[in-house]
Each structure stands twice: as structure tokens, then as C-alpha cells.
């Protein structure tokens, strides 16, 4: 039986929450009725409406404009952008605060992620179902069963291969009709089959034996973290994001060299939209890829010199900020434009292209981190009278409905 996380505390969210414009220059016009709802939380908020609430997990993704919580007890609660069903309340009405999912409520919830526009839950059952959302309305549940129990929602239905970044050695393009390029898109789960090295030399080998403990996905890549610590990716190569020192796109999974020599393993891999992170065995944070991409990027993986020393335990990236929980500490950084989701605080810088302590955070365990687009989530840990004390003078975030 899966078992999720063993965190537990309170959720504190900073960024921005006007979910429709996110990204956007403006509210699309179908959304209009929203467009003066949600503000910019400069430092860290509770929830008014999650009081007395336990949360073990948190969940947005650098694509996505909603976020997802697992509590203690397992229920899945969503709110943010809706236009695509991807939020499971059987609509596609903007949510703004954290909301139970209803029909999963007879299920126990122990993994989530958010894509831009679609939702995964994994149960630790073995019931499971799953429904999409296409240009018209929203589709009904289905049963469905991938290897275990995976629930999708969302107008994540169609895998498209854009970027190459499925793995099946193949950018699925093909001419249509005169001077018209379409893309095949992947309707059902495939199995990656091959997994490869590149030698200095330019030969292609198989890496055989790849038992894969973890997954990650950017906005055009994915990462894998296998068994023997191993690191592969495949997908867009531009700014470095991949990791192999080119640009060049990789249509199957490919070996990142640095991670496969005993000892420097790979303990934690994150991806962000155009980067990649991982924290070796030993502890080390490594980067690569472009956070600014109006800047130098980073074409293999290089030590995170502002966070060396310190024992990781969470990581998660935005569109180009990231905030780490470390040690006793929260950290963050991110070039501007940004929109409150380092957690600086009101009056003080709003970016930093360095890494910085939340001080907005000093006294106050962070036991996980999420981030979506522009927006902070932060599982605050409250076991002691000083704890709960420190979190009930933060201030609370009611935001206003229609």
C-alpha cells in the first residue's frame, strides 16, 4: 500500500492569486467577472478557511495557476484557475480558496501534481478513475488503472510531443498537406522503453537496468532519478536544461554524466520551466539551465555555491523564482519581475538574484515548499505552543468570492 508524506502543519501561501491573469497580460474575456478578484500577498498568509486544518502535503507546478493539499487524513482539496475542469469540482468556475474535491472523498490521497491545464491524484487503493476536459464540457469519471491507482483531470487528456519531451524517440511530426506541419499526439500511456548515454566520442549506448524512483517535469523537459542515483533527461535542450552541455533537443532519455560515479549519485531531482535541480547524496544543490533567460545559462550541472553547507529537504520552482526549505531556514531568490512569491515582505525588495533568507519565515519551521507560476505554498509546521504562536500573528488571507 502507497504512503504519502509524513508532514504535518499548517498551509501558508505569498504570491500572486489573481488566477485568471497569471501569466497573462490580461483576464481572458470569458473570465472577466474575476478580473479585480485576488491581490499580490508580498510576505506569508494563512487560509481563513483552513483553520483547525492538518496538511502533509502541497502540490502547483512552474506551468500551473492552481494548487492542490493532501490533508492528514488523506482528503484532496484544490482551488486557482478552473478553465479547464482542472480543479475536479465538476466545473469550470474559479476557485479561491482551498476547496474539499467531493467526489474523491471516499478515496485516501497520497501523491498529487499540477500540469498548466490538468490534475493527477494517486490513491493508496486500488480504485481509481479519471476524466479530461476538451474544447466542449467536462467529460464524467472513468475507470482507469496505469500501473497502480492514477486519477487524471484537466485538459491534460492529449500527451502532445511538442519538444519531444514523451520519450518514445519520435517528435511525432508529420506533414499534413502543403506546407503544414502537425504533431501526433499520445492518447494513452506508453511505456519509456530505451534509456541512453552519449561518449565523448558521439556513440549512442543503451543503459540498461534503469528502475525509476522519481520523475519530474518542466514546462518542454522531464527528469528522471533512478535507482542507482543515476539522473537522465530528455526533451527541449534549450538554455542547457537538459544538462549536456548542448542545446540540442533529446527525443529518449539520456544519462547526465555528472551524477554517474559513486558518491556523487543524485538524492532529489526538481524541474522548473527552463532549469533543472538536483541535491546529491552527499548534499550538494546542483543547477543547470536559465531561471532569466534573458542571462547566461547553464549548460551542465553546477554546485549552488550560496546554498552549500546546507541539509535540503524541499525545493520547488516558478516560472524563473525558487524557494528551498533548508536546515532551520527558508530560502528564495528570483529576478523581477516577481509578484510576492519570495516572501520578502511588504516594502522590501520584491526580487533578489541571489539566494536570501525569508526573514518573513524566521522562527518558523518550513517541513515542504511548493510553487506554481507566480505563487508560494509553505507547509509551516505547528507541534509546539511557540509554533502556533508565531503562526496565529501572521496575518490571515480571506480572499473576496462573487
Keep these: 500500500k502507497l504512503e504519502g508524506s509524513r508532514c ?19 483576464v ?35 506551468c500551473a495557476a492552481h494548487s492542490l ?69 467536462l467529460t ?29 524517440n519520435s517528435d511525432g511530426k508529420f506533414i499534413a498537406r502543403a506546407q503544414r506541419i502537425e504533431y501526433d499526439c499520445e ?47 530528455w526533451g527541449f535542450g534549450g538554455y542547457g536544461r537538459l544538462g549536456h552541455a548542448e542545446q540540442k533537443d533529446e527525443m529518449v532519455p539520456r544519462l547526465v554524466k555528472l551524477f554517474d560515479f559513486p558518491g556523487r549519485g543524485a538524492a532529489q531531482i526538481y524541474a522548473g520551466y527552463t532549469c533543472s535541480f538536483a541535491v546529491s547524496e552527499t548534499g550538494g544543490l546542483f543547477f543547470w539551465g536559465a531561471t532569466n533567460t534573458s542571462r547566461e545559462s547553464t ?13 535540503i529537504r524541499s525545493l520547488a520552482c516558478g516560472k524563473s523564482s525558487i524557494i528551498v526549505a533548508a536546515d532551520e531556514s527558508t530560502i528564495s531568490w528570483g529576478p523581477s519581475p516577481t509578484f510576492g ?25 518550513t517541513e515542504q515548499v511548493a510553487m506554481g507560476y507566480s505563487h508560494s505554498l509553505v507547509i509551516a509546521r505547528d507541534e509546539t505552543d511557540a509554533e502556533k504562536e508565531k503562526l496565529r500573528k501572521l496575518p490571515e488571507y480571506n480572499p473576496r468570492t462573487i
Aim: proline share 6%; glycine share 14%.
Design 187 to 233: 492518447l494513452v500511456p506508453r511505456r519509456v522503453a530505451i534509456f541512453i548515454e552519449k561518449t565523448k566520442d558521439g556513440q549512442i549506448l543503451p543503459v540498461p537496468n534503469v528502475v525509476v524512483r522519481d520523475v519530474a517535469c518542466g514546462a518542454n523537459h522531464t527528469l528522471v532519478l533512478d535507482s542507482q542515483k543515476r539522473v537522465f533527461s
Design 69 to 137: 493539499l493532501i490533508t492528514t487524513e488523506g482528503k484532496l482539496w484544490s482551488w486557482g484557475r478552473n478553465e479547464k475542469g482542472q480543479l475536479g469540482h465538476g466545473d469550470t468556475k474559479r476557485v479561491e480558496a482551498p476547496k474539499l474535491i467531493e467526489v474523491l472523498g471516499g478515496e485516501a490521497i497520497v501523491l498529487a501534481a499540477c500540469g498548466r491545464n490538468h490534475t493527477l491524484a494517486l490513491t493508496g487503493s486500488s480504485r481509481a478513475s479519471a476524466g479530461c476536459c476538451t474544447s466542449g464540457g
Design 8 to 26: 504535518r502543519g499548517q498551509l501558508l501561501i505569498f504570491g500572486a492569486t489573481n488566477w485568471d491573469l497569471i501569466g497573462r497580460k490580461e
Design 28 to 62: 481572458p474575456k470569458q473570465q472577466v467577472a474575476y478580473r479585480n478578484l485576488g491581490q499580490n500577498l508580498w510576505g506569508p498568509h494563512r487560509y481563513g478557511c483552513l483553520s483547525g486544518i492538518q496538511v502533509r502535503s502541497v502540490v502547483s507546478g512552474p
Design 341 to 365: 512569491e519570495l516572501g520578502y515582505g511588504d516594502h522590501k525588495p520584491k526580487s533578489s538574484t541571489a539566494a536570501q533568507e525569508v526573514k518573513t519565515l524566521d522562527g518558523i519551521y
Design 140 to 168: 464524467p469519471p472513468n475507470p482507469a488503472q496505469v500501473g497502480g491507482d492514477l486519477l487524471e483531470r484537466g485538459g491534460g487528456g492529449l500527451w502532445p510531443p511538442v519538444f519531444t519531451r514523451i520519450g518514445h
Design 299 to 311: 549548460m551542465y550541472p553546477k554546485a549552488v555555491q550560496d546554498l552549500c553547507g546546507w541539509k
